[in-house]
């Protein structure tokens, strides 16, 4: 059964544990606490199994939500977890009057790109070679709530 947990710090490990699998660059576990810690921070993860196979940590103030890591373990993608994820950051967003998403991504991961504008996300702004060791642009993206 699927289900949609708010991460706190107690959930540090096994959120370590998917980031590490998921991002080449990955957050540190001390990186993860320190965020979970954050009182503007809004985090989610899908539960199947007791296990979390997808999550999302955001920061949040009174103009934006910004969304700093979504993330699916590779053989539960092409299920649709990432864009629930997002729908549950807008309930979010909108609850507390939040009226903008944002993101960043970099320019090669197309599978991204294509789930936000099918979320429809707009491009704002590119960083040209922003991510250094690759050499590769950062799109920033949003979308109005």
């Not at 699916?72 to 507390?96: C, D, H, M, Q």
Request: charged fraction near 30%.
């Amino acid at each position: 059964m699927n289900k949609i947990l708010h991460l706190k710090k107690e959930h540090q490990k096994l959120v370590t544990n998917v980031e590490k699998e998921v991002f080449p660059n990955n957050w540190t576990s001390e990186q993860i606490t320190l965020h979970l810690e954050n009182k503007f921070s809004w985090n989610i993860g899908l539960l199947i199994n007791n296990k979390i196979v997808s999550y999302s940590l955001c920061l949040f103030n009174s103009d934006y939500i910004e969304i700093l890591r979504i993330g699916t373990l590779e053989s539960y993608r092409s299920r649709g977890f990432a864009s629930v994820l997002i729908s549950n950051v807008e309930e979010f967003a909108i609850k507390k009057s939040i009226g903008k998403i944002q993101l960043e991504l970099k320019e090669n991961n197309k599978n991204a790109y294509k789930l936000y504008t099918s979320k429809n996300f707009k491009i704002d702004s590119i960083r040209k070679k922003y991510y250094l060791k690759e050499k590769k642009d950062a799109i920033l993206m949003s979308k109005i709530l």
